[in-house]
T-cell receptor, first 109, second 114 residues
Framework: RKEVEQDPGPFNVPEGATVAFNCTYSNSASQSFFWYRQDCRKEPKLLMSVYSSGNEDGRFTAQLNRASQYISLLIRDSKLSDSATYLCVVRSSASKIIFGSGTRLSIRP | DAGVIQSPRHEVTEMGQEVTLRCKPISGHDYLFWYRQTMMRGLELLIYFNNNVPIDDSGMPEDRFSAKMPNASFSTLKIQPSEPRDSAVYFC????????????FGDGTRLSIL
């Protein structure tokens, strides 16, 4: 079993829709969690950190469920520019950082 | 603020040649990571340094790969001799070790070995 698992997608949704994806992790000692976004042929860029109480940044909401060991990302009112691959990142120590393989999202007009 | 700076952006070379990729981390960051990304394998961690010291190089594919960090502001990843299967995008990332700090990535080096 992979330490961090994501549904690879692709998720293909219409503009304006709400879309959500999860990421599960196996190490219960994991301490910090992030969502990154990667556009085609570009570097991964930090989208948002994920806090225990859940957090929101505009149209994006991240949640952490420690009991079930997953994090989620919800995108409301999706835009064409949201099309990208979303990478889940789990950090269990300063140096042990695991990237998920990413979920591809495609927003259609 | 300057981000992580990598060079070159693109490299095309013939198999058997030596390739050197360069990275300048964000000033003050004490961790530096080298990754390789391909369609087949996704993002793979090759090696990381803490305070210029290599900590874990278990991701380095084989002896043809080596990495150094002579000081806090510079690291290199070298492939010698290069092979076509080394073709990939190589990313360097840096972070602060303390706290829940995320990694910041450079633009990557797109490497093609012919």
């Amino acid at each position: 079993r992979k330490e961090v698992e994501q549904d690879p997608g692709p998720f293909n949704v219409p503009e304006g829709a709400t879309v959500a994806f999860n990421c599960t992790y196996s190490n219960s000692a994991s301490q910090s969690f992030f969502w990154y976004r990667q556009d085609c042929r570009k570097e991964p860029k930090l989208l948002m950190s994920v806090y225990s109480s859940g957090n929101e940044d505009g149209r994006f909401t991240a949640q952490l469920n420690r009991a079930s060991q997953y994090i989620s990302l919800l995108i409301r009112d999706s835009k064409l520019s949201d099309s990208a691959t979303y990478l889940c990142v789990v950090r269990s120590s300063a140096s042990k950082i695991i990237f998920g393989s990413g979920t591809r999202l495609s927003i259609r007009p | 603020d300057a981000g992580v700076i990598q060079s070159p952006r693109h490299e095309v070379t013939e198999m058997g040649q030596e390739v050197t990729l360069r990275c300048k981390p964000i000033s003050g960051h004490d961790y530096l990571f080298w990754y390789r990304q391909t369609m087949m394998r996704g993002l793979e961690l090759l090696i990381y340094f803490n305070n210029n010291v290599p900590i874990d190089d278990s991701g380095m594919p084989e002896d043809r790969f080596s990495a150094k960090m002579p000081n806090a502001s510079f690291s290199t990843l070298k492939i010698q001799p290069s092979e076509p299967r080394d073709s990939a995008v190589y990313f360097c990332a840096s972070s602060l070790g303390r706290g829940h700090q995320p990694q910041h990535f450079g633009d990557g080096t797109r490497l093609s070995i012919l």
